[in-house]
């Protein structure tokens, strides 16, 4: 719904919306949206693209309609739930001439685009750590968690849920070659037992090692991004909406807040429209969806067989 009234609001955009739950569709139409109940329907009106929003399960067969129906895609993260449910998508935009480009919304971030820009002024990277430790009842509240697609085994978890970190760390580190993981489900939000509520990694990256932590289980929120080099340190905390770059001596050089979230949200939707437009995309393709999903394959079987695993591309 946050997609769909941020396009709504956008000049020169006609917005179809395609409900999952077909009797939706009325109340759509009352809340003043155009809707149909088929994305068939959809398509013979000739549209430029298809944001797919619809359970990680379904990515791949709404993706594909669209594709196949001629339209550009943008998904909402992950691009699939594996990767091997991923390539079968970037294939189908391959064979249509379509693009296909991923919602990691964290890349529109402010403040993250800050820290990007600075990265360079740390000289050589030693080593970096992110985190992002929340408590999933408070994500959708008056809903069991248990009834989400985050409990859903092979649909949701931790890895695909929070797969932003893991996309923005390829994003400012390079692709990552091998990881070290454990994942776990120790009952504290009764999910399926194939579904982890923690993982703790390490990414090994081709020039720095990233330390990961991702829960579900964790009260207060913390979400944050460390990366330290030869010059000093960077530091982003989105909770706080502040990021900052000190020198090796801990001395703060320069500071930066920024507001949120809507505004990142907004510039993700009009860089997606500008694609339809044939404007360079600042949005992450789908090769590189399809890396972030790799890892997270790669970190299942890490910690399914207690050794390193090399990600597959």
Not at 18 to 45: N, T
Not at 92 to 120: I, K, M, S, T
Request: charged share 25%.
């Amino acid at each position: 719904m946050r997609h769909l009234r941020i396009l709504q609001a956008l000049k020169d955009v006609a917005v179809v919306a395609v409900p999952a739950r077909r009797e939706r569709v009325d109340a759509l139409r009352h809340d003043g949206f155009d809707a149909v109940p088929r994305i068939e329907e959809a398509l013979e009106r000739g549209l430029d693209g298809a944001l797919i929003a619809t359970d990680n399960g379904r990515h791949e067969r709404d993706a594909v309609a669209a594709l196949t129906g001629g339209c550009h895609v943008l998904v909402e993260k992950p691009l699939a739930p594996t990767r091997a449910e991923c390539a079968r998508i970037v294939d189908a935009a391959r064979a249509a001439q379509r693009r296909v480009h991923v919602a990691c919304n964290l890349r529109f971030d402010d403040g993250l685009r800050w820290v990007r820009e600075r990265l360079p002024s740390l000289g050589r990277l030693r080593l970096a750590d992110a985190e992002c430790l929340s408590w999933l009842p408070s994500w959708r509240p008056g809903r069991s968690s248990a009834e989400s697609y985050s409990a859903r085994p092979g649909e949701g978890g931790v890895l695909l849920d929070l797969i932003h970190e893991i996309d923005y760390a390829g994003w400012l580190l390079g692709p990552a070659l091998r990881v070290t993981a454990r994942l776990e489900n120790r009952g504290v939000l009764a999910l399926p037992a194939a579904v982890e509520e923690t993982a703790l990694a390490i990414l090994e990256h081709a020039e720095v090692t990233l330390t990961l932590r991702l829960s579900y289980t964790v009260q207060p929120t913390s979400r944050t991004l460390r990366l330290f080099g030869e010059h000093g340190m960077l530091a982003w905390d989105l909770v706080a909406r502040r990021a900052r770059r000190c020198d090796c001596d801990g001395r703060e050089i320069e500071a930066h807040q920024w507001s949120g979230p809507m505004p990142m949200y907004e510039a993700q939707a009009r860089a997606w429209i500008a694609t339809l437009r044939g404007a360079a995309a600042e949005l992450v393709d789908g090769e590189e969806a399809m890396r972030a999903v790799a890892v997270c394959d790669a970190m299942r079987i890490s910690s399914a067989q207690s050794r390193v695993a090399d990600v597959l591309v």
